[in-house]
C-alpha cells in the first residue's frame, strides 16, 4: 500500500511538471514560476478568436463569492477557491467533482488567490490564519497549520507557491501596526520551517537603520499580500511587501522604512535575503508595492541580462537585475506628481510636498494607485509588459501629525479618474500601446504566443481579447459583471480552453468553428 501510494504520488508530480514544461496546463497561481502569466499555446490566436465561444459556466455558491483567485488546472481538473471554500471542477464539462469547506472560526472574508498544489497534495490558506492541505484527489484534509495570529487581526488571502519541499506564504492584514512576513511549510507535515519578518525585530536586524527605533520598526507593517515568483538556476523567490504603518501619519517613522514597499530576494531553503530594492521610500499614500514581480530572460542595453519587472502602484515601473537587484530601468507607466526623480539605486525620490498637509496637497495616483493586486503579464513573443492601470488623483489630509498617531492618522478625497490597459517596453520603458476602457476598474492579464491579450473591460462586464502587439480588440463575451481574476488558458483533448472568473461565476470558452 505504501509503496503503491508513492508511486501514484510521482506519477502525478511527473504529470504536473509535464504540464508545465508543455504549457497545456496551468499548475499553479501564475502557471508557472516566473509571473509572466504567458502561454505557449498557439491554437488560439489572433486570426480565429473571432470563433471563442462559452463551452460551460460554473457558479459558486453567492455567499462566498466573489472569485478572486485563479484556478489552476492540473491533469484536466479546476481548482478554484474562495474564502473558506475549495472546489474540484471538471475542465471539459465545469461539472463539480468534490467540495471542501473549512469550519472557520473568523478573519477578514475579503477573497482568496487560489492553491498551489505539489503531487497529491493541494495547499490553500484561510481567513482565519491557517495553511490547511488536502488530497487533491477527494478534497479530504490531510493536515492544517496555524500561520497567523487570528487575535492580532491578521488574516490569510494569499495563494501558496510550491517551491521544492518548500511552501511559502504570506500573510494579509489591514491597517495593522503588526509585523508582516513569510514563511515556509513542509509540505508533508506543515511544520514550519523558516519565517522571514519584513520589517527589523531585534536591534541588530538589516535594515533597523532605516527607522528611528527598535519599537517603531517592530510595529512596522509591510504585509506580504502576493504569492512569489522564483528562479530555479539562481534559488532565489521575490516576495514583494506591503506599505509601513502608520499609513498617512508617518512624523513617528522617519527614514525609509525598510523593508517595507519593496522588492526582496530571498533563499526559499531558510529565507535569508540576498538583496532588495525600494519601490517606494517612506511611503505615505498607502501604496504596498505587493505587485507581481515578473521574470524573463532578455537584452538590456546590449547584453543578454537575467531580468526582474515590476509595474508598482505608485505609478512607476523598474527593470531590475534578478540575480543582484540592481536597477537598470526606472519610469512612469501612468504620469505621476509625488516624487523628484530617481536615486542613484534607480528608487523613487519622494517629494516631501506630496506627503499628505493638513490643508490637503493634490496627487497622483489616488489611494488605490496606478494598478494594484490584479495580475499583469509579460510576453516574449513582443518583449510587451502588460498591466492594468489607473491615473487618478487624491487629495491627502493628515489630521494627526503627532509622534503618535492613532490609526492612518490620515484620510484621501478622491477626484477623477480613468482607466486604461498600458503596453510597455520594457527596454525603454515608454508605453507602447493603451486601450482606455469606459467602466472603472481592475483586471487580471493573460498573453498567449497566439498574439493575444485577455483581459477584463473595467466594471462593464465583458471579458476582452486584444492583438498584443497592437492593442486592438479582437473579440469580447459579456460575463454580466466586472472580471474578478486572472485568465487561465490550457489545452484538453486538442482543444484548448480561456477561463475567466466573474463575480460569482468561472467561464469557460473554446474555439467552435
Known amino acids: 500500500m505504501i509503496r503503491s501510494a508513492l508511486l501514484l504520488a510521482m506519477i502525478a508530480s511527473l504529470a504536473t511538471q509535464a504540464s508545465e514544461s508543455r504549457g497545456?496546463?496551468?499548475?499553479?497561481?501564475?502557471?508557472?514560476?516566473?509571473?509572466?502569466?504567458?502561454?505557449?499555446?498557439?491554437?488560439?490566436?489572433?486570426?480565429?478568436?473571432?470563433?471563442?465561444?462559452?463551452?460551460?459556466?460554473?457558479?459558486?455558491?453567492?455567499?462566498?463569492?466573489?472569485?478572486?483567485?485563479?484556478?489552476?488546472?492540473?491533469?484536466?481538473?479546476?481548482?478554484?477557491?474562495?474564502?473558506?471554500?475549495?472546489?474540484?471542477?471538471?475542465?471539459?464539462?465545469?461539472?463539480?467533482?468534490?467540495?471542501?469547506?473549512?469550519?472557520?472560526?473568523?478573519?477578514?472574508?475579503?477573497?482568496?488567490?487560489?492553491?498551489?498544489?505539489?503531487?497529491?497534495?493541494?495547499?490553500?490558506?484561510t481567513p482565519d490564519c491557517h495553511l490547511v492541505s488536502l488530497n487533491v484527489k477527494d478534497g479530504k484534509e490531510r493536515w492544517h497549520q496555524t500561520i497567523c495570529d487570528l487575535d492580532q487581526f491578521y488574516y490569510s488571502s494569499v495563494a501558496p507557491i510550491v517551491v521544492g519541499n518548500h511552501v511559502i506564504v504570506g500573510v494579509s492584514g489591514d491597517d495593522l501596526d503588526v509585523p508582516g512576513y513569510l514563511e515556509s511549510h513542509d509540505p508533508d507535515s506543515g511544520a514550519r520551517q523558516w519565517r522571514w519578518f519584513v520589517v527589523p525585530q531585534n536591534e541588530n536586524d538589516p535594515g533597523i537603520e532605516s527607522w528611528p527605533n527598535l519599537e517603531a520598526a517592530k510595529h512596522g507593517g509591510g504585509m506580504t499580500w502576493q504569492p512569489v515568483t522564483y528562479d530555479a538556476g539562481l534559488n532565489l523567490i521575490y516576495v514583494t511587501t506591503g506599505n509601513p504603518q502608520p499609513v498617512v501619519a508617518h512624523a513617528n517613522r522617519t527614514g525609509d522604512n525598510l523593508f517595507t514597499a519593496s522588492i526582496v530576494a530571498l533563499n526559499p531553503d531558510d529565507g535569508k535575503m540576498k538583496w532588495y530594492f525600494q519601490s517606494s521610500p517612506h511611503d505615505t499614500h498607502d501604496w504596498d508595492a505587493t505587485q507581481t514581480p515578473v521574470l524573463f530572460d532578455g537584452e538590456f542595453g546590449g547584453q543578454p541580462r537575467k531580468l526582474l519587472a515590476q509595474a508598482?502602484?505608485?505609478?512607476?515601473?523598474?527593470?531590475?537585475?534578478?540575480?543582484?537587484?540592481?536597477?537598470?530601468?526606472?519610469?512612469?507607466?501612468?504620469?505621476?506628481?509625488?516624487?523628484?526623480?530617481?536615486?542613484?539605486?534607480?528608487?523613487?525620490?519622494?517629494?516631501?510636498?506630496?506627503?499628505?498637509?493638513?490643508?490637503?496637497?493634490?496627487?497622483?495616483?489616488?489611494?488605490?494607485?496606478?494598478?494594484?493586486?490584479?495580475?499583469?503579464?509579460?510576453?516574449?513573443?513582443?518583449?510587451?509588459?502588460?498591466?492594468?492601470?489607473?491615473?487618478?488623483?487624491?487629495?491627502?489630509?493628515?489630521?494627526?501629525?503627532?509622534?503618535?498617531?492613532?490609526?492612518?492618522?490620515?484620510?484621501?478625497?478622491?477626484?477623477?479618474?480613468?482607466?486604461?490597459?498600458?503596453?510597455?517596453?520594457?527596454?525603454?520603458?515608454?508605453?507602447?500601446?493603451?486601450?482606455?476602457?469606459?467602466?472603472?476598474?481592475?483586471?487580471?492579464?493573460?498573453?498567449?504566443?497566439?498574439?493575444?491579450?485577455?483581459?477584463?473591460?473595467?466594471?462593464?462586464?465583458?471579458?476582452?481579447?486584444?492583438?498584443?502587439?497592437?492593442?486592438?480588440?479582437?473579440?469580447?463575451?459579456?460575463?454580466?459583471?466586472?472580471?474578478?481574476?486572472?485568465?487561465i488558458t490550457y489545452t484538453l483533448d486538442g482543444q484548448q480552453y480561456v477561463v475567466v472568473g466573474a463575480g460569482d461565476t468561472l467561464w469557460s470558452f473554446v474555439m467552435n468553428e
Not at 29 to 34: E, I, P, Q
Open 24 to 125: 497545456d496546463g496551468w499548475p499553479s497561481y501564475n502557471g508557472d514560476y516566473t509571473g509572466r502569466r504567458f502561454s505557449a499555446l498557439t491554437q488560439l490566436n489572433d486570426r480565429n478568436v473571432k470563433h471563442l465561444s462559452l463551452a460551460w459556466s460554473y457558479r459558486i455558491p453567492q455567499s462566498a463569492a466573489p472569485i478572486k483567485g485563479t484556478p489552476l488546472m492540473v491533469n484536466g481538473v479546476l481548482y478554484v477557491t474562495a474564502p473558506d471554500h475549495v472546489w474540484a471542477i471538471d475542465g471539459r464539462s465545469g461539472r463539480e467533482i468534490w467540495h471542501f469547506e473549512w469550519k472557520s472560526t473568523g478573519g477578514i472574508h475579503i477573497g482568496n488567490r487560489g492553491v498551489g498544489i505539489k503531487g497529491d497534495a493541494l495547499f490553500v490558506t
Open 312 to 487: 508598482s502602484r505608485n505609478g512607476k515601473f523598474f527593470v531590475l537585475d534578478r540575480a543582484t537587484g540592481k536597477a537598470l530601468l526606472s519610469s512612469d507607466f501612468v504620469p505621476t506628481n509625488w516624487s523628484l526623480g530617481f536615486d542613484p539605486k534607480g528608487q523613487p525620490i519622494p517629494n516631501p510636498a506630496k506627503h499628505p498637509q493638513i490643508d490637503g496637497t493634490l496627487v497622483t495616483p489616488n489611494q488605490g494607485g496606478a494598478t494594484n493586486w490584479p495580475p499583469p503579464s509579460f510576453s516574449p513573443a513582443t518583449g510587451l509588459f502588460y498591466v492594468s492601470a489607473a491615473r487618478a488623483y487624491s487629495v491627502w489630509y493628515i489630521y494627526d501629525p503627532s509622534k503618535n498617531p492613532q490609526g492612518w492618522g490620515g484620510t484621501d478625497r478622491g477626484g477623477w479618474s480613468e482607466y486604461m490597459l498600458q503596453a510597455i517596453d520594457y527596454k525603454t520603458g515608454k508605453v507602447r500601446w493603451s486601450h482606455k476602457w469606459e467602466g472603472g476598474g481592475l483586471s487580471g492579464l493573460l498573453s498567449t504566443a497566439g498574439n493575444l491579450l485577455f483581459s477584463g473591460d473595467g466594471s462593464s462586464g465583458n471579458f476582452i481579447a486584444l492583438d498584443a502587439t497592437t492593442g486592438t480588440p479582437l473579440w469580447h463575451a459579456g460575463v454580466r459583471t466586472a472580471v474578478s481574476n486572472g485568465p
